[in-house]
């Protein structure tokens, strides 16, 4: 039974650029949030997606979006990359109205340079 | 806001010694807590939860116990191994926040043979 995956797992950017991370999420799952882990810090909520729609947000300015799919995958854009937007981007996925601790994709490490 | 303070780290060890790392969390409502575990250049996976006050939850022979008069979730482990070295990372999810996981910042524990 595939878990969550990530895709990719590493990328390089420029300042300015805009990037999309791509995350599926267990089977059975359909929730899916996204999470920014920067380096020796905890992760951070940044939204989490439900039906196709945005049901929560964290404190993550609006070049942050995101998307989610028919079949529960998601996407994360990020719009006019600044070096501070380095960081593990962990996808989260779950079984709506029962929390059981969500499981958690490999990440993707972005790098703005 | 919810919020969570774990002891800083990092945290070294002798191999089969015993091992606590502090947890301590504010939150609105009754929230839910969790401890994760992130092994180096891996995604989160989930150790141990608890739902209510005066739950006890356990695996791989860590445990914790949700105290909500001192509002803690200590993880502890009576003899640690060179395998448990990783990220341990104490989270929460509170009533009002629908599923959305507040971290602490998180402890490195390294452990030596």
């Known amino acids: 039974d595939a878990g969550v995956t990530q895709s990719p797992t590493h990328l390089i950017k420029t300042r300015g650029q805009q990037v999309t991370l791509r995350c599926s999420p267990k089977s059975g799952h359909d929730t899916v949030s996204w999470y920014q882990q920067a380096l020796g810090q905890g992760p951070q909520f940044i939204f989490q997606y439900y039906e196709e729609e945005e049901r929560q947000r964290g404190n993550f300015p609006d070049r942050f979006s995101g998307h989610q799919f028919p079949n529960y995958s998601s996407e994360l854009n990020v719009n006019a990359l600044l070096l501070g937007d380095s960081a593990l981007y962990l996808c989260?996925?779950?079984?709506?109205?029962?929390?059981?601790?969500?499981?958690f994709g490999s990440g993707t490490r972005l790098t703005v340079v | 806001g919810d919020s969570v303070t774990q002891m800083e780290g990092p945290v070294t060890l002798s191999e089969e010694a015993f091992l606590t790392i502090n947890c301590t969390y504010t939150?609105?409502?009754?929230?839910?807590l969790f401890w994760y575990v992130q092994y180096p250049g891996e995604g989160l996976q989930l150790l141990l939860k608890?739902?209510?006050?005066?739950d006890k939850g356990s695996n791989k022979g860590f445990e914790a116990t949700y105290r909500k008069e001192t509002t803690s979730f200590h993880l502890e482990k009576g003899s640690v191994q060179v395998s448990d070295s990783a990220v341990y990372f104490c989270?929460?999810?509170?009533?009002?926040?629908?599923?959305?996981?507040?971290f602490g910042k998180g402890t490195l524990l390294t452990v030596n043979p």
């Open positions: 989260a996925s779950g079984p709506m109205g029962e929390f059981y601790g969500y499981t």
């Open positions: 608890a739902t209510k006050a005066d």
């Open positions: 989270a929460l999810v509170s009533g009002g926040s629908n599923y959305k996981l507040t």
């Open positions: 939150a609105t409502g009754y929230p839910s």
